[in-house]
């Protein structure tokens, strides 16, 4: 599974973003209305989304795994986080690179490779 979800990551950029408010009444998180990410290289490409009617198996089943990891995690707030993904534009997450997301009006910077993606010696 290891294996699988490194090849999935090299070919596309999946990223999860969440956005919940506290209802006062019952005290539960629940998703709040934000946009979808923009995301960019750091030279200033464009990633384009990948509309979710149009995703490859291998993302589907990613993403499913990612959310049950959450939901386990996190309880009622794993349910607030929405996953995208995008062609990679150049972006490989196993990669040294860096990878710039454009959400609620906010601009997050993270480097590459992502934890996981490290071959380790065996």
Known sequence: AQQSGREMLSRYVVIGVGAAKLDPATGLSQKAPWPDPVLSTDKGVRLIP?????MPPAATGFISAMRSALMQGLGALGQ???FHVFEPGGVDACKPGELRVRYAEETYTYKTPV????VKPG
């Open 50 to 54: 990948i509309p979710e009617t149009q």
């Open 80 to 82: 607030t986080i929405n």
């Open 115 to 118: 934890p996981g993606c490290e």
